[in-house]
């Protein structure tokens, strides 16, 4: 079975910082996606940015990007430039084509401060 | 284009009481979930469907949830009767299908419910 992990349940930035929030998983499949998703009060999950597995180049999406460790299995987020508007749920997912579920992270909350 | 639609935003129901959840996924999109969202937790999926099939049901409660998703389009998940445990967020998802270039998911905003 796949697992996700987030180990900051919790983080803060100030306004035009940077910020990295982390996500581990655990799979022995060799072909996957990893996704994150941003989730604010309004609840609509809203997807940040996604990585294939069998791309070695992180994916980058405007202020967003990744480090795609697939030894580690690791694949952090970080958010260049911080908005008050980034100030949300980010929650870390993960994909295959076996089960076409995606399995979630149990999320980390970010504020970002003036 | 219109993104995933879901009524109601909000439910507050007895216990015991039946409640049902409605869901209308992006248009085109074949593949459309159903999601469980306890506080502070990830979603966790509850059926997946493949145009009008049931293709991935084992974690939907069988005793007390049914969903169904008449024509493929609209999908409705009910639950009978309610319980206290079942407060939680319910979200409603779709994509274009499950293969490697289709599986991105779009979810709608969701169904807060409250069982009292």
């Known amino acids: 079975a796949q697992t996700v992990t987030q180990s900051q349940p919790e983080m803060s930035v100030q306004e035009a910082e940077t910020v990295t929030l982390s996500c581990t998983y655990d799979?022995?499949?060799?072909?996957?996606?990893l996704f994150w998703y941003k989730q604010p009060p309004s609840r609509q999950m809203i997807l940040v940015i996604r990585?294939?597995?069998?791309?070695?180049q992180n994916a980058t999406e405007n202020r967003f990007s990744v480090n795609f460790q697939k030894a580690a299995k690791s694949f952090s987020l970080k958010i260049s430039d911080s908005q008050l508007g980034d100030t949300a749920m980010y929650f870390c997912?993960?994909?295959?084509?076996?089960?076409?579920?995606?399995?979630f992270g149990t999320g980390t909350r970010l504020q970002v401060t003036l | 284009e219109a993104g995933v639609v879901q009524s109601p935003r909000y439910k507050i129901i007895e216990k015991k009481q039946p409640v049902a959840f409605w869901c209308n996924p992006i248009s085109g999109h074949n593949t459309l979930y159903w999601y469980l969202q306890n506080l502070g937790q990830g979603p966790e999926l509850l059926i997946r469907y493949e145009n009008e099939e049931a293709v991935d049901d084992s974690q939907l409660p069988k005793d007390r949830f049914s969903a169904e998703r008449l024509k493929g389009v609209d999908s409705t998940l009910k639950i009978q009767p309610a319980e206290l445990g079942d407060s939680a967020v319910y979200l409603c998802?779709?994509?274009?299908?499950?293969?490697?270039?289709?599986?991105?998911?779009?979810f709608g905003a969701g169904t807060r419910l409250s069982v009292l």
């Open positions: 990585q294939e597995a069998y791309k070695q």
């Open positions: 799979t022995s499949e060799s072909n996957y996606y």
């Open positions: 998802a779709s994509s274009r299908g499950t293969g490697w270039s289709k599986n991105i998911q779009y």
């Open positions: 997912a993960f994909y295959t084509g076996t089960a076409s579920k995606l399995t």
